[in-house]
T-cell receptor, first 114, second 106 residues
Framework: EAQVTQNPRYLITVTGKKLTVTCSQN?????MSWYRQDPGLGLRQIYY???????DKGDVPEGYKVSRKEKRNFPLILESPSPNQTSLYFC?????????????FGPGTRLTVT | GIQVEQSPPDLILQEGANSTLRCNFS?????LQWFHQNPWGQLINLFY???GTKQNGRLSATTVATERYSLLYISSSQTTDSGVYFC????????FGGGTRLMVKP
């Protein structure tokens, strides 16, 4: 089944404890991205990657890191999480960028930082 | 960047009713997607529609790119249609509107 998977789905952690949210897609998509969703602010893009070893900042990259060492994986790293990073996170992928193909979203990761 | 406005922000329907959700955007776009976010938070693709009309069961969507708007029609609504509906135009990236929160009552 073609899908985007994320792990963990739920995470409660403490301020300053490094964490990684994994994202994997099995559709051979070139383009992957991360979003966060917050009440009143909607969905905002954190980082995106147009291909292996190519990543760029989205609208809200502060406090996050990403890497794209393999085509199928695009982990999101929080080196020192803070309470303002409590959010619902989505990973997404598409065959190409700029609207030339449909973007598919993972199931989401609910992160709480205390 | 592009501005995306969705209306109405909230909508309550009785089961079986029809509705139209609107999405206005401020710039030319390459494409547009509609999503449904269910009560469990999952984002489900509904339509990928740069222009024209598409139908999928009780749902249909129309995008008029030259006039910078898109419409989502829901006919014979069901309680399972409840959730938030987002439109997201594509320019270089996908930009989400604020959503329409729909509640369908039995």
């Amino acid at each position: 089944e073609a899908q985007v998977t994320q792990n963990p789905r739920y995470l409660i952690t403490v301020t300053g404890k490094k964490l990684t949210v994994t994202c994997s897609q099995n559709m051979n998509h070139e383009y992957m991205s991360w979003y966060r969703q917050d009440p009143g602010l909607g969905l905002r893009q954190i980082y995106y990657s147009m291909n292996v070893e190519v990543t760029d900042k989205g609208d809200v990259p502060e406090g996050y890191k990403v890497s794209r060492k393999e085509k199928r994986n695009f982990p999101l790293i929080l080196e020192s999480p803070s309470p303002n990073q409590t959010s619902l996170y989505f990973c997404a992928s598409s065959l190409s960028i700029g609207g030339l193909s449909e973007q598919y979203f993972g199931p989401g990761t609910r992160l709480t930082v205390t | 960047g592009i501005q995306v406005e969705q209306s109405p922000p909230d909508l309550i329907l009785q089961e079986g009713a029809n509705s139209t959700l609107r999405c206005n955007f401020s710039d030319s776009v390459n494409n547009l997607q509609w999503f449904h976010q269910n009560p469990w938070g999952q984002l489900i693709n509904l339509f990928y529609i740069p222009s024209g009309t598409k139908q999928n069961g009780r749902l249909s969507a129309t995008t008029v790119a030259t006039e910078r708007y898109s419409l989502l029609y829901i006919s014979s609504s069901q309680t399972t249609d409840s959730g938030v509906y987002f439109c997201a135009p594509w320019t270089v990236m996908l930009t989400f509107g604020g959503g329409t929160r729909l509640m369908v009552k039995p």
